[in-house]
């Protein structure tokens, strides 16, 4: 059945209903595990789910085999995401037929994120420009036999500021053949009723869902409010800004507010909502058993799922030490467990670089030197700059405890992407280092990720080799070589807590599978900013040349109870 007659059929009973969203993951166990978790939030009863589609078809096979499972093995009517960054007609057909071959009737029509590295949005030769283009194509190729969803903006799509112009492109983008609407997301309800209202008075009359996310996590929610500019009530920013070092209750008002949003939405007569889960399943549980949308939020018990080309994968209770539902409560984007069907969630719809080629040179200049890119990752650890490439925010508060250090290491050539200090059982109440629940003690190990230039790369192996004893280390070239003497089965932690009645949390870790699934990224971010110059510039060489010879390595210090050993591996 298709998802606009499922949710006329809702709108005529006027009862509330909800669907569900997830992305898919980057590692093949974090795939098998998402397995488990979506059989069992099937049975929270949601009305469909949504699959997100990387831009340009970067995780077609993923979303297209994640698309089939939901529809085909939990039989849940299921909305394929489907984006026309990078993609010529060839590659919309392509994925088009694949949803059809697995039984999906309900596409998301969306033009995407800019392409990684470029100045501005450009439709590939013989693609498409907009989304309306995608819409009107996939009516006029395959008459009705797509149920066709487009995205809605409450606030205008924060590319055009002229908000009138943009809500005119809205409406020509429905009318050219939308059969529903999903909202971006909404923290502030009023906003979202008064724009439902407008699109009601302007002949809009196909079923339009809200988009909501219950906040997970402190970091996660600025960076995506960051990046979206989307409209958060300042009583929400002030009572996370007060709890942003307790996870938990960074957690339980992101609950809270999620259950307020969802209500006034219901009293203005809005009954659906769209709950972006990022693959996580408490939340999302919390928010509808508040709401009384399911029978019991509680989830059944987890079973193995085993599809087609996958095969039963340890679960998250095959952690030594984490309980269960504790496998991604804390979430940590890339630095959580590869095996979490979350991670990597701060990243899942498309990490790029947010300049255009003009704000990119005036923060970060024109590299043509090594000393150039020292200069500039110095000049962002002492917060003269507020990001780089790789990183789109400011350096956290516990960086000031290895600051000059930090600073020293990018003056030698170690270009500095990720580090922590040694911590041995600070309060997980502390305003800079806490996290999770109040009365614990959390322990971290030092450790320090970087790019290594070539020259100095043999020399610092030598060095990492000879302190194996105490350091482990990843390191992985952009030519695919790859090199540790961490064990191949183990993940080393990187942090865990302890905390009152619960056994040891340990949210952040580092094995190869993430470590590679990072490195990929890592590296093309050095292409990404060498097109943001032209194609033969010094500048554009410098830094391609730059990432054929460089090294990733990931260095960590396993004795945690002295806090600057990690440093002499640098010297």
Request: with cysteine; charged share 25%.
């Amino acid at each position: 059945m298709k998802v606009s007659d499922k949710l006329r059929q809702a709108a005529d009973s006027k009862r509330p209903y909800f669907s569900m969203e997830y992305f898919p993951p980057k590692t093949e166990q974090g795939l098998a595990n998402l397995y488990d978790r979506i059989e069992r939030m099937s049975r929270l009863g949601p009305m469909f789910v949504a699959v997100t589609w990387g831009a340009g078809g970067a995780t077609a096979q993923r979303t297209l085999e994640l698309c089939g499972a939901c529809q085909g093995i939990f039989g849940i009517e299921t909305v394929m995401h489907l984006t026309c960054t990078n993609m010529d007609k060839a590659k919309v057909d392509e994925a088009l037929e694949g949803a059809k071959d697995a039984g999906i009737q309900n596409i998301l029509a969306l033009r995407g994120d800019p392409p990684r590295g470029s100045e501005y949005w450009t439709a590939c030769e013989g693609g498409f420009e907009h989304a309306v283009d995608l819409v009107r194509y996939i009516r006029e190729k395959y008459g009705n036999y797509f149920s066709i969803g487009v995205a809605g903006y409450p606030e205008g799509h924060i590319e055009n500021q002229n908000k009138e112009q943009d809500f005119e492109y809205f409406v020509e983008k429905v009318e050219a053949g939308a059969d529903f609407i999903v909202s971006q997301l909404v923290y502030d309800a009023e906003t979202f009723v008064s724009w439902e209202r407008k699109c009601r008075a302007r002949g809009i009359e196909v079923p339009i869902v809200a988009g909501v996310l219950p906040i997970q996590s402190y970091q996660s929610f600025r960076r995506l409010a960051f990046l979206t500019k989307v409209r958060v009530p300042e009583d929400l920013r002030q009572k996370l800004e007060a709890a942003k070092t307790n996870d938990q209750a960074v957690k339980d008002l992101g609950v809270e507010h999620a259950v307020a949003t969802v209500r006034r939405l219901q009293e203005a007569g809005i009954m659906g909502v769209h709950l972006t889960t990022l693959n996580l399943e408490h939340s999302v549980q919390r928010v509808l058993a508040a709401l009384e949308m399911v029978e019991s939020h509680e989830a059944p018990p987890g079973s193995s799922v085993a599809l087609a080309g996958t095969s039963a994968l340890p679960g998250p209770s095959a952690i030594q030490g984490v309980e269960r539902q504790l496998w991604d409560d804390f979430p940590n984007g890339r630095w959580g467990d590869a095996r979490s069907p979350a991670f990597g969630n701060a990243d899942a719809y498309g990490a790029m670089l947010k300049f255009d080629a003009q704000g990119a040179s005036r923060v970060w200049g024109h590299p043509q030197t090594q000393s150039d890119i020292s200069q500039l990752f110095v000049r962002f650890v002492r917060g003269e700059i507020p990001s780089l490439p790789w990183s789109d925010e400011p350096l956290m508060g516990e960086t000031e405890r290895i600051r000059e250090e930090l600073v020293r290491l990018n003056e030698l050539g170690y270009w500095t992407l990720a580090s922590q200090p040694a911590l041995d059982g600070v309060s997980s109440s502390d305003e800079t280092h806490g996290w999770g629940p109040r009365g614990g003690y959390v322990y971290q190990k030092a450790f320090v990720e970087c790019f290594v230039p070539g020259t100095l790369f043999p020399a610092f192996l030598s060095r990492l080799q000879s302190a194996s004893e105490r350091i482990t280390f990843y390191a992985a070239n952009r030519q695919g070589d790859f090199m540790t003497n961490a064990q191949q089965s183990d993940g080393t932690a990187l942090t865990w807590g302890v905390f009152p009645g619960r056994a040891v949390v340990q949210p952040t870790l580092i094995d190869k599978m993430s470590f590679l699934a990072w490195r990929a990224e890592a590296f093309q971010t050095w292409r990404d900013w060498a097109a943001m110059f032209p194609l033969e510039s010094d500048e554009s060489r410098f830094l391609l040349g730059t990432a054929n010879d460089c090294w990733l390595v990931n260095v960590i210090d396993n004795d945690y109870k002295i806090s600057d050993a990690i440093w002499r591996v640098f010297h």
